[in-house]
C-alpha cells in the first residue's frame, strides 16, 4: 500500500472532506510517481512554476523539494486553506480560483513564460487543454496527467482511429508527447481508468499561420463530429459559404485530398490547406 494513501485519508478526514467525483479528485499518492512528474520538466533551481489543482498537495511539496517557487491554481476552498496553512513560509502561493477563468497576466502578474504541471481533472481535460493554447504565449511547457484514452488520442497521427480534433489543435501549436503510463492504483480514491502522463512544448509560432482559428476549429470539429461519413458528406452543409457540396468538391479537387477520406486520416498540413480554400 502506498504510503501517501494514509496521508491522504488523513488530510481529508481533518478536512472532514471526501474527494469531489464533480470536480475529479483523484490524489496521486506514489512517491515514484510524483517524482517522475517533477522531473519532467526542464527547470532551474529556483524557477517559478504554476500547478493546477494542487489538492492536498503531494505534488506540490515534491516542487518544492526540488528548489521551485510554486504558484497554485485550486478552485476548492478547502484544499486552498490547507495547502496555505501546509506550505507557509514557503516559496508557495495559492490562489482560490478556477482555472479556466485566470489570465496568466492580469489575474497571476505573469509576463514571461512559465512552466505548468498538474493531475488535472479528468472531466475538464479537454477545456483546460484549450485554456493553455489560449494563454500558450506565457507558457513554456506543460506536464499533465489525464486519462489514458485522452493521451491516446491526443497524441495519435493520421489514420488512427482514436484520433480527435482536440489533436489536431493542440498540434498546431506545440509538439505533444505521451511520456509515461499510470496505473489507476496510483491515485486515490482509485479511479476507473488508467491514467498518462503528458508533456505539452509550445512553439514560438504556430506551425501554420491561420487568419480565424476559431472557424478553423469548428471545420475541423465538424468532420470529427460524423466521423463515421466522408468528408464531403460531413462538411456540406448549404448555410455556411463556401460549403455546398459543388463548392467543397472544387476545395477538395484543389487541395488534391479526395473527399471520400474521413477526418481522422488528413495530417494537420492537410487540414490548413483545405480550410484555406473553403474560408
Do not use: H
Not at 497521427?157 to 506545440?174: D, E, N, T
Not at 478553423?216 to 466522408?230: D, G, I
Not at 471520400?260 to 480550410?275: A, M, N, P, S
Amino acid at each position: 500500500m502506498p504510503a501517501l494513501i494514509q496521508e491522504a485519508k488523513s488530510c481529508l478526514a481533518g478536512l472532514s472532506a471526501c474527494a469531489r467525483k464533480k470536480l475529479g479528485q483523484n490524489f496521486m499518492i506514489r512517491e515514484n510517481e510524483l517524482a517522475f512528474m517533477a522531473d519532467s520538466m526542464r527547470w532551474s533551481e529556483g524557477e517559478s512554476v504554476l500547478e493546477i489543482g494542487p489538492g492536498l498537495g503531494f505534488l506540490t511539496r515534491a516542487l518544492i523539494q526540488r528548489k521551485l517557487k510554486v504558484m497554485a491554481v485550486e478552485k476548492d476552498r478547502r484544499y486552498a486553506g490547507f495547502l496555505e496553512d501546509y506550505f507557509r513560509g514557503q516559496a508557495f502561493r495559492v490562489f482560490e480560483q478556477d482555472i479556466l477563468e485566470i489570465d496568466l497576466e492580469k489575474n497571476l502578474g505573469i509576463t514571461s513564460p512559465i512552466r505548468v504541471i498538474g493531475n488535472i481533472p479528468y472531466a475538464i481535460t479537454s477545456p483546460i487543454l484549450q485554456w493553455l493554447i489560449r494563454q500558450r504565449k506565457l507558457i513554456r511547457e506543460a506536464v499533465l496527467t489525464t486519462q489514458w484514452e485522452v493521451a491516446d488520442r491526443l497524441t495519435a497521427g493520421p489514420c488512427v482511429k482514436s484520433r480527435g480534433s482536440l489533436s489536431i489543435f493542440v498540434q498546431l501549436y506545440a509538439n505533444i508527447k505521451l511520456i509515461k503510463k499510470i496505473s489507476s492504483t496510483s491515485f486515490y480514491p482509485i479511479p476507473k481508468v488508467d491514467s498518462a502522463v503528458i508533456k505539452i512544448e509550445f512553439l514560438e509560432q504556430p506551425r501554420f499561420e491561420i487568419r480565424d482559428e476559431e472557424n478553423f476549429f469548428k471545420l475541423v470539429r465538424r468532420a470529427f463530429q460524423k466521423r463515421r461519413k466522408t468528408l464531403l458528406n460531413a462538411l456540406a452543409d448549404e448555410r455556411l459559404k463556401n460549403c455546398s457540396k459543388p463548392a467543397l468538391m472544387k476545395a477538395f479537387e484543389k487541395a488534391a485530398i479526395d473527399p471520400r477520406r474521413r477526418g481522422e486520416t488528413l495530417t494537420l498540413e492537410e487540414w490548413v490547406r483545405l480550410y484555406r480554400l473553403i474560408a
